[in-house]
């Protein structure tokens, strides 16, 4: 055999083994792409209200959750007096009482010359329904108002969030008599929608495999195919601790359940029973000829 001859398959087989890695080596870089970029995303913080005056206090606004379930979001609040309210060692040189628009932590003191705390707050959601998982999205209203000694003090918020299942973008930032009052909308981050959704395709592929098991059964006229009634009953238990399993623990009734859940569950379920009656009524008509 001459090396021409030779050469085409051998080129063929290289390829067989090229594509596929060049293809997975591009889908796993897409993939780590968005991982860095929530990542970036997640460090990140953004300064808002009056940074520029000298004489401010910068509030530290870290989100630790966003709760839909109860329609709250807790985070830790501090300070960082400057200019003329801090003293030497950077504390408040005067008492500063920062008010916030929350049902917990709406007020909070700061005492003179000692290092200013670590305060919990929960603020409400002002918008967003859970059961429109995986596609909630929710607005949070936020509002500062600083004083120290009976006056009115600029406020500069440093906004940062660690909360891995939503990701916060503050806008409408604005002062008004001294008040400073922004919003932020909250949506699912890209790795916990993806792995949503994930889970709704992988529904729909379960249960269109169930219906093509039942229908090569009932087709077939093949009776009661054990196999495949083993294979669909399996499908039906396993799909509740699957749907269970996403991430944010989204009640019962929400868009995951309409859109993947109820009618993977439904078509599984009757494809189960089509193959148990019709293959029923094949064997008995097997029996009945074989008697016959």
């Not at 998982?133 to 949070?140: G, I, M």
Request: some cysteine.
């Amino acid at each position: 055999m001459s090396e021409e001859s030779t050469a085409g398959p051998r080129r063929r087989r290289w390829l067989w083994v090229a594509v596929p890695a060049v293809l997975a080596l591009g889908i796993t870089a897409a993939s780590l792409s968005v991982y860095f970029a929530e990542r970036a995303q997640s460090q990140s913080q953004q300064v808002l209200g009056d940074a520029g005056s000298a004489d401010r206090v910068d509030v530290l606004f870290y989100v630790q959750k966003l709760d839909p379930v109860s329609q709250t979001l807790s985070a830790q609040v501090s300070i960082d007096p400057k200019g003329r309210l801090a003293d030497s060692d950077g504390n408040p040189a005067k008492d500063i009482t920062v008010h916030l628009a929350a049902f917990k932590g709406d007020t909070l003191t700061f005492k003179a010359a000692k290092f200013p705390t670590v305060n919990d707050v929960q603020v409400p959601l002002s918008d967003g329904v859970i059961t429109d998982y995986p596609f909630d999205s929710y607005k949070v209203d936020f509002a500062f108002y600083a004083e120290s000694a009976g006056d009115t003090a600029p406020v500069a918020v440093t906004f940062a969030s660690g909360d891995t299942f939503f990701a916060l973008n503050p806008r409408d930032s604005k002062t008004t008599d001294g008040v400073f009052t922004f919003s932020a909308d909250a949506g699912r981050t890209a790795g916990m929608f993806a792995f949503a959704v994930f889970i709704m395709l992988f529904m729909w592929c379960l249960s269109v495999a169930a219906v093509i098991a039942a229908t090569f059964a009932i087709a077939g006229r093949h009776g009661l195919l054990w196999p495949s009634m083993s294979f669909m009953g399996a499908l039906l238990f396993a799909l509740v601790p699957l749907r269970n399993a996403v991430p944010g623990g989204p009640p019962i009734g929400s868009v995951i359940d309409f859109a993947a859940f109820f009618i993977a569950e439904a078509l599984i379920s009757l494809s189960l029973i089509c193959t148990v009656v019709i293959g029923y009524r094949v064997e008995l008509r097997k029996r009945a000829e074989a008697a016959a």
